[in-house]
């Protein structure tokens, strides 16, 4: 069985492995990561599964603002080893992720996904009719949990990255990630 743990500094390469095995290259066309590039997950809501050693599974929460001066936090991506999928981690990571930030009084969460698997943790469609992403998605895929009933009453607008900037990469890292692509794309 997996163990949920919070993400450490040593997870980031193994993580980075996982989505690039999960979602590929794609996930860097999403609209989502562009509320995510550039920043920092927000604190202490970044969570991994490890199984014999090794990182199967992961979810990020991220600063935003869900329509002017409305505090929120944007979950994603969620990603499980392919080998570890139908075991329960992606749903140990989303109660972790849900529980964690109701306890640290966030008062909604956002994420692009499919209402049929995201529903089971609270989500819906219901109160982000009002608010747009900075990009192309599909309207009904945009889905709020409220942490705190009322949260997202009244909610417009578009939705924003806030929260601390990441440094920037520097070209080891770079080079190190568009040499994992190249050997992704090669095989």
Do not use: Q
Request: charged share 25%; with cysteine; net charge positive.
């Amino acid at each position: 069985m997996a163990k949920i743990r919070n993400e450490m500094p040593a997870d980031v390469d193994a993580r980075d492995d996982l989505l690039d095995r999960v979602w590929g290259s794609s996930r860097f066309g999403k609209t989502a990561e562009r509320l995510r590039e550039g920043r920092k997950p927000a604190a202490g809501l970044s969570f991994v599964a490890e199984h014999d050693g090794n990182i199967v599974g992961s979810v990020r929460l991220w600063d935003i603002s869900a329509g002017p001066s409305r505090p929120a936090l944007l979950l994603g991506p969620l990603a499980v080893d392919e080998a570890e999928r139908c075991h329960g981690i992606g749903g140990a990571l989303m109660r972790r992720a849900v529980a964690t930030a109701r306890r640290r009084k966030h008062r909604a969460l956002l994420l692009v996904g499919d209402e049929a698997y995201y529903r089971r943790f609270g989500f819906s469609a219901e109160k982000t009719a009002a608010l747009w992403l900075p990009g192309p998605y599909e309207c009904h895929r945009l889905l709020a949990c409220e942490l705190a009933p009322g949260a997202l009453d009244g909610a417009h607008g578009l939705v924003i990255a806030t929260g601390n900037a990441a440094p920037a990469p520097s070209l080891d890292v770079l080079i190190a990630h568009l040499a994992r692509e190249h050997e992704r794309h090669a095989a």
